[in-house]
């Protein structure tokens, strides 16, 4: 692993001290001389804290670094002070400002030992003053006194405080630093669970859980990638492919091929970039090499051959979902479908000749993506198939590409059903209801090869899926997207049954309005725009289209 040492975080380095009385000073000059930045470590107070006139001249002064000034202007202010707080406060900035002047001072040892009496002058005012207690801490800690340091940033963390999060991840890093990394890890959840998008503490959280625990390191990525952090993700992902003690490789590969999926680059660039360097580093080895050189060959865009990459689809199963995360082969698809897409949305602007290279090139990653594996097609890359050939008027194929992929959609969806597996369920209903859609093969509500059935049968899974989501307060919500409700209603029309389309067209509406979608939510309802509605029903449309007017 590429090793990001957590005294970096801390700010800078001493030689250690392996007692735990006092550290001598002189060591606090030699290391502060060799600095050149502030310690990130090292906090102040928040502008609302501060009250005005010579105490936020004095604070504009330390920011500014007129030092000799704000120390003025601070004992100025605290010969005038009465309450304890406040004189805390001020003793705590008279630190600051020596801890900050002895980055580019000849007289460091002074200003440190002044730094510290102040800081504990500011703690027997105050005994649960976070800032002064980091301070501290970080001062004891590069001086090498690290019992006394633990103890006090572990003062800090303990504290019902705003910054707790900001003190529970600097106690992490000290941690990190000494190499209990366990220790460290439940200091970095703390931080994380405290702001979920603390990217710095999440990544550290990761590193100390791959040291430990990699199985968490793997639920943790995982964590990012749901949350949209999707480079912090890839890039913890790939320090892990490095480490070639961390054990959960499969899981750590798949990460990067998912993020890989949702993230915005070039395919061809990518070839040349960091991340297929490092894929490159890994390709020899036993256990994930050729998982890794599918992901680069992949991008070369030539050899698109299912066979070509076993490793991936033989990796996961129809009976159950996995642990954590998706499956090997469901992530690598998400890579494979997000490349055909990028050829399909750039054939959408090229010029005719463009355009169809770029569509066959489309069609040859979904092609990939639907038969990865015999065992399970894949419904969402069929459908893109499907509407390719739509978009480009051969109906005639479609009839050709229905037989030879409905067989394998309707075993998979078998394979769903036997395991509850709802939001899988949907995909392959959608998948065959909107290929019956293209092919005007609108049947009802009990025939299965009929659009009506397919469509009516995604929204049942949806919502029951919607329901256990619910019970167990976890999840993603399963949103239909809006086409097949306007797919479900032309086939309700085209049967004689349109007053069927409005409950369904409602409900979905509601939930992209949930889901502050208000695009979505009036495209569903242009559904209902024409047509002969029942009062309660118009009444209805019209309160949620008054609601989209305001979002």
């Not at 000034?69 to 707080?85: S, T, Y």
């Not at 460290?184 to 503490?201: D, G, I, K, L, M």
């Not at 897409?341 to 090139?361: C, E, N």
Request: aromatic share 10%; charged share 25%; glycine share 6%.
């Amino acid at each position: 692993m590429r090793s990001r040492s957590a005294s970096k975080h801390i700010g800078f380095r001493f030689a250690r001290h392996q007692g735990t009385a006092a550290p001598g000073w002189r060591a606090l000059c030699l290391a502060y001389l060799a600095m050149t930045t502030v310690p990130v470590a090292t906090t102040t107070l928040a502008a609302q804290e501060i009250p005005g006139g010579p105490e936020q001249e004095a604070v504009f002064a330390l920011r500014s670094g007129d030092f000799d000034r704000a120390r003025e202007l601070f004992r100025e202010v605290l010969n005038e002070a009465r309450q304890a707080e406040d004189s805390a406060r001020l003793y705590f900035y008279l630190g600051l400002a020596d801890q900050q002047e002895a980055l580019a001072s000849e007289s460091a040892e002074a200003l440190l030992e002044s730094a510290a009496r102040n800081y504990e002058r500011a703690l027997e005012l105050r005994r649960d003053f976070g800032a002064s207690l980091n301070n501290l801490a970080q001062l004891y800690s590069q001086a090498g006194a690290r019992d006394t340091a633990m103890e006090l940033y572990a003062r800090a963390a303990g504290l019902d405080d705003p910054r707790q999060a900001f003190y529970a991840t600097n106690y992490a890093n000290f941690l990190a630093d000494a190499g209990m990394w366990q220790e460290a890890s439940w200091y970095y959840a703390q931080a994380v669970e405290a702001q979920p998008e603390n990217q710095q503490a999440r990544q550290m959280l990761i590193v100390a859980y791959a040291r430990h625990d990699p199985r968490q390191a793997v639920r943790e990525l995982w964590d990012s990638v749901n949350r949209g952090m999707v480079n912090q993700a890839l890039e913890g992902a790939l320090e892990l492919l490095g480490d070639a003690d961390f054990d959960e490789k499969e899981q750590v590969l798949t990460i990067v091929a998912v993020t890989l999926g949702k993230s915005y680059y070039d395919p061809i660039a990518f070839l040349s970039g960091s991340a297929a360097e490092r894929l490159s580093d890994v390709v020899d080895r036993r256990d994930i090499g050729e998982g890794a050189a599918g992901i680069l060959r992949l991008h070369e865009g030539e050899d698109l051959d299912p066979g070509g990459y076993r490793w991936w689809g033989e990796r996961g199963l129809i009976t159950q979902d996995p642990e954590v995360g998706v499956w090997p082969r469901d992530g690598f698809r998400e890579l494979i479908r997000s490349l055909g897409d990028r050829y399909r949305k750039a054939g959408a602007t090229a010029p005719p000749s463009m355009r169809r290279l770029a569509l066959q090139q489309a069609e040859r990653y979904y092609t990939l993506s639907t038969l990865l594996s015999d065992e399970e097609p894949d419904p969402d890359a069929f459908l893109r198939i499907a509407d390719i050939a739509i978009e480009t008027g051969r109906i005639a194929e479609l009839e050709k590409l229905a037989e030879r992929y409905v067989p394998k959609l309707f075993y998979g969806k078998g394979e769903a059903y036997k395991r509850s597996q709802y939001r899988k369920i949907y995909r392959y209903h959608r998948a065959l209801g909107v290929i019956y859609s293209h092919l005007k093969r609108w049947g009802n509500s009990h025939t299965p090869t009929s659009a009506i059935f397919q469509f009516e049968h995604a929204l049942r899974a949806a919502q029951v899926h919607n329901s256990e989501l619910r019970h167990e307060e976890s999840g993603e919500l399963l949103i239909v997207e809006p086409r097949l409700i306007v797919l479900l209603g032309e086939a309700y029309d085209s049967t004689g049954q349109p007053d069927k389309i409005f409950d369904p067209a409602l409900e979905t509406a509601e939930m992209y309005i949930a889901a502050d979608d208000k695009d979505a939510a009036r495209a569903v309802l242009s559904v209902l725009e024409g047509r002969e509605l029942p009062a309660s029903v118009r009444r209805r449309s019209d309160a949620l289209r008054e609601l989209t007017l305001r979002m």
